[in-house]
């Protein structure tokens, strides 16, 4: 079950999911943007053109998230069961909780976000935290000096520490543990059959385990994310979504060639549910999108612009060569999530930008 993955990967959207919302999939992809492309960054602007692309019009599924179906002191307290948290829900901050804050015990809390997001962290449980530490407060001895020990400012109260109970043995590996997170996701209420799975690959460590659940609708990855930490005798952390789909029906979706088009359009350009740039094909990490340092030379007082000379404005040319529609995640002003049609689009470098693809007439641009 931790074979390569079959569905297409996900189309990061700007403005996707939100601060505070779900798990996002991340890959290199989503996570090293070429900054050489970044309109309006480090002179950065860019004019886009398609070579060689088709500008059929067609159709796409939709799907909106019913966090408000789940969202509920009911949802929390049934999860909070499922992990054996103790104590009655209650709302902070707007988000359901179950258990202390302040990390002593296990604790649940359920964002109020557009995909439900739930979360699951058991301190006495975290090998890495149940570590031996020195006293808070150090015994001190009588003072000799005559100063009166009422008037000394009294410690500050300590926040409790958990009463680490770490499991014993290794945790499940391979298919062992990607089972342990089905079975998981079936007690919380999902069903893991729309979901891939990976084991994280965490080299020598064998006291946790992570596995990855990606979810997938029509064979394209969605970006949202279960992740659960696994020790011997059970969960130690989780991290996912339990907003279900509610299919939105079909939606006109414009061609690729006028994707291509769409990039130029201030009104999908660069900006928060606009163009997203993405990576160059085969960059690993950040690292690699940084040119070599130039040999140190003395530092030179930039020439005067001439009178008359045009002034540098430079704009990248960038043909789009290739094109992939898939799904995006969209979070709608009032913070709704939605998974709509998107393209990937890539030029013949490997760098990739996305776009939302649904035709303008679907659209509510007054927002």
């Not at 990855?221 to 996912?240: F, H």
Request: hydrophobic fraction near 40%; proline fraction near 10%.
């Amino acid at each position: 079950e931790d074979a390569a993955p079959t569905a297409a990967p996900a189309i990061s959207l700007g403005g996707g999911a939100g601060a505070g919302g779900p798990a996002q999939e991340l890959s290199a992809a989503g996570s090293t943007a070429d900054a050489r492309m970044l309109p309006g960054w480090f002179g950065g602007r860019a004019v886009f053109s398609a070579q060689g692309l088709p500008d059929d019009a067609t159709a796409g599924h939709a799907w909106a998230l019913d966090a408000a179906s789940v969202f509920s002191a009911e949802t929390v307290a049934r999860v909070a069961a499922a992990l054996g948290v103790t104590g009655e829900p209650r709302q902070e901050y707007g988000a359901w909780t179950v258990g202390p804050q302040d990390g002593s015990s296990p604790t649940v809390s359920l964002q109020p976000d557009g995909t439900a997001s739930i979360s699951y962290y058991d301190p006495t449980r975290d090998p890495w935290s149940c570590a031996a530490s020195a006293p808070d407060t150090p015994d001190v001895a009588p003072s000799a000096d005559g100063i009166d020990p009422g008037l000394v400012e009294p410690a500050l109260p300590s926040t409790p520490s958990p009463a680490c109970d770490p499991a014993t043995g290794d945790a499940p590996t391979g298919d062992a543990a990607v089972d342990a997170a089905r079975d998981l996701m079936v007690t919380l209420g999902v069903d893991p059959a729309g979901f891939e799975y990976q084991v994280v690959d965490q080299g020598d460590v064998t006291t946790t385990t992570t596995v990855d659940a990606f979810q997938v609708v029509e064979g394209q990855r969605t970006g949202l994310t279960w992740n659960v930490t696994l020790v011997g005798d059970g969960v130690q952390a989780l991290y996912g979504s339990l907003a279900p789909l509610v299919d939105l029906g079909e939606y006109p979706v414009i061609g690729a060639a006028s994707a291509v088009e769409r990039l130029n359009d201030p009104r999908f350009g660069a900006g928060y549910g606009g163009v997203m740039p993405l990576a160059r094909e085969g960059a690993a990490d950040a690292t690699s999108l940084v040119a070599p340092a130039p040999e140190a030379t003395e530092p030179t007082v930039p020439p005067t612009v001439a009178p008359g000379a045009a002034l540098a404005w430079p704009v990248q040319q960038v043909t789009i060569t290739g094109a992939r529609l898939g799904l995006g995640m969209q979070t709608q002003p009032d913070g709704a999530a939605v998974l709509v049609p998107a393209y990937e689009l890539t030029d013949a470098d490997g760098s990739t930008w996305s776009v939302v693809a649904v035709d303008e007439s679907a659209l509510d641009l007054a927002g």
